[in-house]
């Protein structure tokens, strides 16, 4: 009987396709789960039971929280990563964790064939099929609901034709959770106008007046939060999550070029990572040259443009996340937050690399690391060679 490995989040999709794969199509069924931190430890078991009962023959679930920041998110901090501006690329960059782990479990398993729920109208399906022909070349790849074009409705009957018995009823709103944020789709995101009500939020608005957070980075990496100082950035992001979350922030709607060519629109909440990504961007400004941050926004907006299309093995993005590694030697210190229902603001940073140092001047008051002749002389050479251009026209033109 040849193995098939199966991307498992035990929704509709991924239970069709066990019972496809197993019993219509004769292979030996080893689904995985991928946590990258929207699932609780008694979400992951019912998830493995489900499995069992649907008759896989083994089941594994990997816990990726913490090799999704070291592989992705951490450059995404580094990068100040928002795509258009406005999304922390929080369910792509989870995908392609999901599908790495997913080739990685095939090539233990020596598996024939690899598949995943994805349907053909998403970008979901690139990044997964992308992944597994760079590392598992030459397994073939099944998609069961893209192929088959089916509706839930025909899933539905054809789970029930084989005595499934799980929760067929369809949630108003889509929700996929995860450590760098949470989507949510519903019928407010199919159209080019419409906003998500207030109970189609996960985290609802509990917490009212304001609250100061002090965020402190440690070479660019989130390392304590109020002081409370933790093991791994992926607890202390966890952490701020609880705080952030209740007031309501970090809420938006991203409007962004699918990689199959059309518009979407998808709802997130991601209070902790807009928090940070805003922090870590004001600390950088205080402690980074001009032309540092002039070359980190435009690399870091290729890097994110490349990695929402799926590109992560791309050897380019090696290359990019040494310089942006490189460049958080000096962002470290704390980073002071306002936290109010619906927004934030930060307050400002302390740090002992911030090139604001009172020791040498202050803007638009003092100088005291040069003179007036010295900024005179300055201001002539700086700008020669547009004055000598000028000059040169004036002349052509006698």
């Known amino acids: 009987m040849k193995k098939i490995v199966l991307g498992f989040s035990g929704g509709l999709d991924t239970s069709y396709c066990v019972k496809y794969l197993g019993e219509d199509k004769g292979y030996e069924v080893h689904s995985i789960i991928v946590n990258t ?10 998830i493995e039971a489900h499995a069992y009962n649907l008759g896989v023959k083994t089941h594994t679930t990997v816990n990726a929280v913490k090799s999704y920041y070291d592989r992705i998110i951490k450059y995404l901090i580094y990068g100040n990563v928002l795509k258009n501006n406005t999304y922390p690329l929080s369910v792509s960059a989870e995908r392609l964790s999901q599908a790495v782990h997913i080739a990685e479990h095939v090539q233990k398993l020596k598996a024939d064939a690899v598949a995943h729920g994805s349907t053909g109208a998403g970008n979901d399906q690139v990044r997964f099929d992308m992944i597994f022909h760079i590392m598992i070349p030459g397994v073939e790849i099944i998609t069961p609901i893209r192929d088959l074009k089916l509706s839930r409705e025909a899933e539905i009957e054809y789970l029930k034709g084989k005595g499934v018995n799980m929760n067929f009823a369809k949630a108003m709103y889509s929700i996929n959770k995860g450590l760098w ?23 609802q608005v509990t917490q009212t007046g304001s609250q100061e957070v002090k965020l402190s980075f440690v070479k660019g990496e989130l390392k304590a939060v109020d002081g409370k100082s933790f093991d791994h950035p992926t607890e202390a992001i966890q952490y701020l999550q609880t705080i952030a979350g209740p007031y309501g922030v970090g809420r938006d709607i991203h409007v962004g070029d699918t990689i199959i060519g059309i518009k979407g629109r998808v709802g997130f909440e991601a209070a902790a990572p807009m928090v940070i990504l805003k922090a870590h961007h004001a600390l950088e400004k205080h402690v980074l040259t001009k032309w540092q941050l002039n070359w980190k926004d435009q690399l870091a907006q290729f890097y ?35 936290l109010m229902p619906y927004r934030f603001q930060v307050i400002g940073i302390e740090s002992p690399y911030d090139l604001m140092s009172s020791k040498f001047g202050k803007y638009g008051e003092m100088n005291t690391g040069f003179t007036g002749d010295d900024v005179r002389g300055f201001s002539k050479i700086f700008g020669n060679q547009t004055s000598i251009w000028t000059a040169v026209k004036e002349e052509n033109k006698k």
């Open 37 to 46: 931190g929207g699932f609780s430890e008694e979400e992951l078991k019912q």
């Open 181 to 203: 944020g949470t989507s949510v789709g519903g019928k407010e995101t199919l159209s080019s106008k419409g906003m998500l009500p207030e109970e189609a939020w996960p985290t």
């Open 304 to 338: 994110g443009n490349w990695l929402h299309e799926g590109q992560i093995m791309d050897p380019v993005m090696r290359d990019i996340e040494a310089y942006l590694e490189n460049a958080q030697q000096t962002v470290t210190g704390d980073v002071f937050i306002q």
